[in-house]
């Protein structure tokens, strides 16, 4: 990670009642499975990387395009340091996103360098999991590869810089 990043909990359900996968968020992104469970209606095991290599079947639908299918990987691995407390406080105004001011809600970030490492069952997928989790994503057609930032991995508070991150390849240690 380039930046630190934010991977609340997810309840079991929405505030109007439907049900979701729930999910403990904290150092482990919200994008992977926390354990056995279906995505895109396939069994895929804990640790799976719950991602795809295009767009979501409802806006697919709604673009008149192709869904994404699912990229195959999981994560292996991971380094993290000390999490980081991510506050503020809001003022009293009618375009603050609390129009009352106060104190905001405190997350704890997972903190910049932290390295996650993840193994693709072909090079192919591995590419595919680059593109989705490199800050500037894949290449699109003209223009400069690094010139826009595309992909914020941080479930929240990505629009303000949180979860920019690169990818690069590992090899195994042989033993």
């Given at each position: 990670l380039l930046t630190p990043a934010i991977f609340p909990a997810i309840p079991d359900q929405t505030s109007d009642g439907r049900p979701m996968t729930p999910h403990g968020g904290g150092w482990l992104p919200n994008w992977i499975a926390e354990k056995d469970q279906t995505f895109e209606g396939e069994a895929v095991p804990a640790g799976s990387v719950l991602l795809l290599d295009g767009l979501g079947k409802e806006k697919a639908r709604r673009k008149h395009l192709p869904p994404g299918k699912p990229i195959r990987a999981r994560l292996v691995a991971a380094i993290i340091g000390k999490s980081l407390p991510v506050t503020?406080?809001?003022?009293?105004?009618?375009?603050?996103?609390?129009?009352?001011?106060?104190a905001k809600s405190t997350h704890l970030?997972?903190?910049?360098?932290?390295?996650?490492?993840?193994?693709?069952?072909?090079?192919?997928?591995?590419?595919?999991?680059?593109?989705?989790?490199?800050w500037h994503g894949g290449t699109v057609p003209g223009e400069t590869l690094g010139s826009r930032i595309r992909n914020r991995r941080s479930t929240l508070l990505g629009e303000k810089g949180f979860g920019l991150g690169v990818c690069g390849t590992w090899t195994p240690h042989a033993t």
């Open positions: 503020g406080y809001a003022l009293t105004h009618e375009i603050a996103d609390r129009a009352d001011g106060g970030a997972v903190p910049a360098g932290a390295v996650y490492y993840f193994e693709a069952t072909s090079e192919t997928e591995a590419q595919k999991l680059a593109a989705a989790l490199n």
